[in-house]
């Protein structure tokens, strides 16, 4: 997302709270920093998954003694959801040897993509950033499973394809498309207009400005006179819930409103309610506590006063997206072990512990985690992002309920863009260094 946002100063107190984070060299450890929002406009959404991927490495710590019997080092560095700060806390940890950073911004990541061949670090950005960088010849260093934003939106079209008896059948309808007017809700725009020429409906775009997320009375009254069949939600933060009220004041049938999987936590639909039931989202992860590795973080670090979590909201889908991504950290970190041979392991390690990551049903089951995440399976040395399943959830007026099975996303569409969009953006930032680490064998 490459809007800049100022952290609100009324948030700062939370900044003051107890950091549970280590600051300790890296040389006593693996040193895996979170580039978090705990304050500022976005702070609703960046609290949960901050507290997600922290509790998940802790409990790491706390119950294995790390990773191979190497501890893990975790330090937050607020960003305030800021590009100008992300990039201030990337070069404040990057003395201390990372092994990876995840900036949780687009905008943050899009300024971190030059830099990270250079310092050897790779970059993390789980299901957000450039969709492009999924392609690992032109970005050795960037990685971004599960799926892409351009794959979010293939599923989705599956989805509404199977509802609607065919996707032949939107010939001369109309699709809705409210977004976050920036880098991240303009990142799928491409696909959606090439899927408007394939099946023959017409698009209409509702763009929300930064300064009227929680304003779109006007942006609504548009959709009501348009009257689309269906409409797609790329929102964050206060669009979300403000979006959910704003259609069930129109009385849009929320069951033909779909956001992407950074619309659908329980604060997105809670407010509105009863009124949001309907409301559907793709979403990648599970939900709720009935994973023995959700419930060993209550034990070793929920119950041990260890998390800055409300322990009401352990399970809630942003926490446990939070959980997810630091599933994708510790199998990284582990592969990059085995793949080494060593214990301490660096950057340039994890990152062919990425390239060459595989969670099969059996790994995510071994985890404590059954079900929790489709197997990832395609994660290679040219493919960065794998391409992999999401499904469809709905909230039933007080939580989200799983509503479909795994849905593949239309990988034959999406891989052209993809590689045409990597293109463009190495020949519009020469010099652009080729490629030169070596594919692992596994890879």
């Known amino acids: 997302m490459r809007v800049k946002y100022l952290a609100l100063g009324l948030s700062l107190a939370v900044a003051g709270s107890a950091v549970i984070a ?11 920093p979170l580039l978090t929002y705990r304050t500022g406009p976005f702070a609703g959404s960046g609290q949960p998954i901050a507290n997600g991927m922290n509790d998940y490495l802790q409990m790491l710590n706390e119950r294995d003694g790390g990773i191979g019997g190497v501890k893990l080092l975790i330090e937050e560095c607020e960003t305030g959801y800021d590009t100008k700060k992300g990039v201030e806390c990337y070069e404040q940890v990057k003395a201390k040897k990372p092994v990876v950073v995840n900036p949780y911004s687009t905008g943050i990541t899009l300024q971190l993509i030059p830099k990270a061949a250079v310092d050897k670090i790779p970059i993390l ?5 450039l969709s492009a960088s999924a392609v690992g010849n032109d970005f050795p260093w960037i990685f971004n499973p599960p799926a892409t934003y351009w794959d979010g939106l293939s599923m989705m079209f599956r989805y509404i394809g199977g509802k609607e008896g065919g996707l032949d059948k939107l010939k001369g309808k109309t699709i809705g498309y409210v977004f976050f007017d920036g880098g991240y809700g303009r990142e799928p725009i491409p696909l959606l207009e090439q899927f408007a020429k394939d099946y023959g409906f017409e698009v209409k775009l509702y763009p929300v400005p930064a300064a009227e997320m929680q304003n779109q009375s006007a942006q609504w009254l548009n959709v009501r006179r348009d009257k689309p069949s269906w409409m797609i939600m790329w929102g964050w933060g206060a669009m979300n819930p403000t979006a959910v009220k704003e259609a069930a004041k129109i009385n849009f049938p929320m069951d033909k409103f779909i956001g992407i999987w950074w619309s659908g936590g329980e604060d997105d639909a809670r407010p509105a309610g009863a009124d949001a039931k309907g409301y559907l989202t793709l979403n990648f992860n599970g939900v709720g506590t009935s994973y023995p590795a959700i419930k060993d973080i209550q034990k070793f670090v929920v119950e041990k006063g260890k998390s800055q979590v409300d322990k009401t909201k352990v399970g809630e889908n942003l926490y446990n997206r939070g959980v997810y991504n630091s ?15 060593k214990k301490v392991v660096t950057g340039e390690d994890v990152r062919r512990g990425f390239e060459t990551l ?30 992999h399943a999401a499904y469809m959830q709905q909230w039933d007026g007080a939580k989200w309920v799983k509503v479909s099975d795994w849905i593949a996303p239309m990988k034959d569409k999406v891989r052209p863009l993809l590689e045409a969009a990597a293109k463009d953006y190495v020949t519009k930032n020469q010099p652009w260094p080729k490629r030169t680490e070596p594919c692992d064998k596994s890879s």
């Open 22 to 32: 280590s600051k300790a060299t890296a040389q006593e450890g693996i040193f895996v």
């Open 125 to 129: 950005s789980m299901a957000y950033g």
């Open 327 to 341: 599933v994708l950290i510790a199998e990284a970190i582990r592969n990059a072990q085995k793949i080494s041979g």
């Open 358 to 387: 595989q969670i099969s049903a059996a790994r995510w089951k071994e985890l404590g985690l059954t079900d929790f995440g489709a197997p990832i399976t395609s994660v290679s040395c040219t493919d960065h992002n794998g391409h």
